[in-house]
């Protein structure tokens, strides 16, 4: 099955307390992007990438860090995570070619920081 | 940067009733227009989608039309059911930067039996 997994799907930490986000995609798509969805904000890109070893800065990028190994992996990283990185987490992917091409998204992370 | 308004925030409908959403976008470069539909505990879902070429398209009960003059678009649906019960996004690209999305706020729609 085609999909989009994120790993947690929940979780509480506290300010300061290095954590990573993963997201893994089983269709081979070359584009790969993390979003934050906050109330009434609707959905914010905070990092983005073309391919393997191609990343580069949303509109929110502040506070993340992400890397881009493999082509199925682009896990988002939170060095110090603070309270205003409270938030629901989505990863997406897609073809990175014609503009229209389809993004898929994960089933979210909620993230609390404390 | 491109910046997406979306309207109502909340929609309550009876069900068999018409529900439309309205966007509009301040970037006259942005082709592309998808509608995403979110519901509880999932992540956002592709619904339909239309191109600056084209001023309306129709899926069975969904319909987006576009009129870019006034750089605005809506998302139409049909004798709604309980099911259509979501929370509804649209976001507009221009094709850069892998097809970068921007999203609007956000419309919860509740459709009561």
């Known amino acids: 099955e085609a999909q989009v997994t994120q790993n947690p799907r929940y979780l509480i930490t506290v300010t300061g307390k290095k954590l990573t986000v993963t997201c893994s995609q089983n269709?081979?798509?070359?584009?790969m992007s993390w979003y934050r969805q906050d109330p009434g904000l609707g959905l914010r890109q905070i990092y983005y990438?073309?391919?393997?070893?191609?990343?580069d800065k949303g509109d929110v990028p502040e506070g993340y860090k992400v890397s881009r190994k493999e082509k199925r992996n682009f896990p988002l990283i939170l060095e110090s995570p603070s309270p205003n990185q409270t938030s629901l987490y989505f990863c997406?992917?897609?073809?990175?070619?014609?503009?229209?091409?389809?993004?898929?998204f994960g089933p979210g992370t909620r993230l609390t920081v404390l | 940067g491109e910046n997406v308004e979306q309207h109502p925030s909340t929609l309550s409908v009876q069900e068999g009733d018409s529900a439309v959403i309205k966007c509009t976008y301040s970037?006259?470069?942005?082709?592309?227009f998808p509608w995403y539909k979110q519901e509880l505990g999932k992540g956002p879902q592709l619904i339909i989608d239309?191109?600056?070429?084209?001023g309306e398209k129709k899926d069975q009960r969904i319909a987006v039309t576009l009129n870019k003059t006034a750089k605005h678009f809506s998302l139409h649906i049909t004798e709604t059911q309980p099911e259509d019960s979501a929370v509804y996004f649209c976001?507009?690209?221009?094709?850069?930067?892998?097809?970068?999305?921007?999203f609007g706020g956000g419309t919860r729609v509740l459709v009561k039996p």
């Open positions: 990438s073309m391919n393997v070893e191609v990343t």
């Open positions: 997406a992917s897609g073809l990175a070619g014609a503009i229209g091409d389809t993004q898929y």
């Open positions: 976001a507009a690209s221009k094709g850069a930067a892998g097809n970068k999305l921007t």
């Open positions: 970037d006259s470069a942005s082709n592309y």
């Open positions: 239309i191109r600056s070429n084209v």
């Open positions: 269709m081979n798509h070359e584009y």
